[in-house]
DNA sequence: TTATCACGTTTAAACGATTAAACCTTTTTT
DNA sequence: AAAAAAGGTTTAATCGTTTAAACGTGATAA
């Protein structure tokens, strides 16, 4: 690469110390210093296109103007949604973002973390997979800057920004018993992860307190590691036995278009042998017969909001900030009530 | 934060220089240094949990171990299923990717282009917007390392990494020939990107060599501004009149995606009313009745190729690299043969 | 005995910015 | 007329590394 403008050169072109070109090009000292001399500055650094080596600044501030984004997968729509709305509004405040992916594994996020810190970005954001408590705990101690998304701890005091996962399944389940269906089944991931955990307390407390009993045989809990025959299978044995569900419920995206892969493969009609709601917006719903409903999670809100907090507790002594935003559930033709007849399924 | 160990902060403990501390744990002067105070310098590092600081290494050595990438938009599948690959392939590398979305906008894109550079990254990967050879020029010019992905300019003699744009609609259309479709219709987008028009070529081309009419009226360019209404009405055009297209191929993604929602909700049957080849692979096919026949991309070799190309032209005097790789004519029940009975579309 | 060499380590400049403090002039105040 | 203030600019240290060159010291060679 050619050598860019530095300081020097502009200082070496106009004939002045470096110091003086740096205040006038960072708009300091503007009544100490004469209006000629600024003017010529200004010129010189315009026409040599004078670029600050933000490496050279960084390293005497000590702030990058960048931030860590760690997602499960940048491939996966949710991650890649939320990298976008980061990068909105990052750059509305004039930082850039680089993210990895932690693959939801302890070792890989650990690696990011360290080298997101060794190159010294400004706070984190962070998605964290199962088993990293003990990584998130030490940066705290190390009093990083930093956000979960997605994703927290309950054990541990820090700031995150996430979904109300109780309250998400709870009204899906509801929506479902008020729409006459009694016999609900879950599918769900089989991991410690508290976002996951809590969207299944919230199904088996809707069922609850709707009079419906909770039966452990319709939690499917799957691994994710052979997803497509594992969901189908999943499907196949809550439907059949002498006590079959009615409605499924997908706890999250990927499950959700694994699922209605399946339902689709297996020739279920919806709703009226299955009622299923999905987790998280999803285009390829579009293109599925039935028009499906689904559990919305606010996206633009989440990533924004998060965002703005990290570059909020930049600033020493922020207090810490936990949010639970509400999902909202998308009503269609998936959960038609079962006391009124089946309509065309919306476009 | 915390302040981090530095060298001077192991040098100062074990009481020695920090020229020496660095030459030991950069594996230099091996054979110079004494065992004995390597040993201790190794061990007080891994007490003081030492971090070299990627910043002041960077501002010496001018070389950042981070690597750009601008995309149109990396909430897009396409956008995020490549940076996800070049995330692999640059950390195999001990790279980070940086990321940036351009909207098609080359005002975006400059802006991009210019937050990168001050940030030093040592070399870009670009999916240029239409509009921006002259920056690519400009970058060029000041023989900043970089591989542009997916588009390129013909004009300009620069590294890039794309498909081969004319044969993957060309075999598209032959195959719609040879399955017996004799109107081929193509939905595209009004766009002077190469990478797009070439597939236009490759259609008409196709059309010619097998002795089928090339036809204007044919091909519906869309702007892409309100896309799911302009889709439909380019597909309603192509199927009424007194000359219906009784096939169609898609040169994107996008289309294909609202191509599919309209045929969906103009209850259009494939392929007995219509055949259709869409473009790039997506989860939402999955769910959609009749499986599609697409013409795949070979992302995986795309993503890593260049990503490869892009590190090995770090160093100097590096020749440019133009690759066009082959697109792969997945077939599927929509394009099923007009000569045989349509069977079962596949799962 | 003195020059040469090998060994182990330090010195110090450099990367490109920032910024407090110092340094001249000139002008204003007392 | 001397002191103080203001105006305009420079000096020099600093951030945390890297690295060529220099520096002692003890051993070896002439």
New interface residues.
């Given amino acids: ?2 050598k860019k403008t530095s300081l020097k050169d502009i200082a070496q072109a106009v004939g002045v110390s470096t110091a003086l070109v740096s205040y006038v090009l960072n708009n300091q000292k503007e009544n100490r210093i004469s209006k000629e001399v600024a003017r010529k500055i200004r010129q010189v650094a315009q026409e040599l296109n004078y ?6 600044k ?2 005497k501030t000590s702030k ?1 103007r ?1 931030l860590g984004l760690i997602v499960a ?5 949710f ?3 939320m ?2 709305i980061v ?1 909105d509004e990052a ?1 509305r405040q004039g930082y ?6 932690s693959d939801e594994n302890p070792q890989k996020c650990q690696k990011l973390i ?7 970005v400004d706070g984190l954001l962070i998605a964290a997979p199962a088993g990293t408590e003990s990584q998130i705990m030490t940066l705290q ?5 930093f956000v979960l998304i997605d994703r927290y701890f309950p054990s541990l005091k820090t700031s995150y920004l996430a979904l109300d996962n109780y309250q998400s399944t709870y009204d899906a389940v509801r929506h479902l018993v008020d729409s006459g269906y009694q016999r609900i089944g879950l599918i769900t991931l089989k991991t410690s992860l508290f976002h996951i955990t809590e969207r299944t307390r919230g199904y088996q407390s809707a069922l609850q307190e709707n009079g419906l009993p909770f039966q452990k045989s319709r939690v499917k809990e799957l691994s994710g590691n052979n997803p497509t025959p594992d969901v189908a299978k999943a499907i196949q044995l809550l439907r059949t036995g002498q006590d079959p569900v009615d409605a499924i419920v997908f706890t999250t995206n990927s499950l959700t ?1 694994w699922g ?2 399946a339902i ?2 297996q020739h279920i009609n919806l709703p009226s042998e299955l009622a299923v709601v999905g987790f998280d917006e ?8 039935t028009s499906i409903t689904y559990i919305r999670q606010p996206l633009q809100e989440m990533g924004q909001l998060a965002t703005k907090i990290l570059l909020e507790s930049l600033n020493p002594n922020t207090p810490i900030t936990q949010t639970n935003l509400k999902a909202t559930l998308v009503i269609q033709a998936s959960t038609q009530s079962l006391s009124v007849p089946a309509v065309q399924s919306a ?1």
């Fill in positions: 690469m050619i670029q600050p080596n933000q490496i050279a960084s390293l990058t960048t997968d940048i491939a996966n729509p991650s890649s949604s990298a976008r990068e750059d850039t973002v680089v993210f990895g992916s360290t080298t997101l810190l060794n190159r010294q101690k190390q009093t990083v800057p278009f209605l892969k689709k493969s999803t285009d390829a719903y579009e293109l599925f017969d476009e």
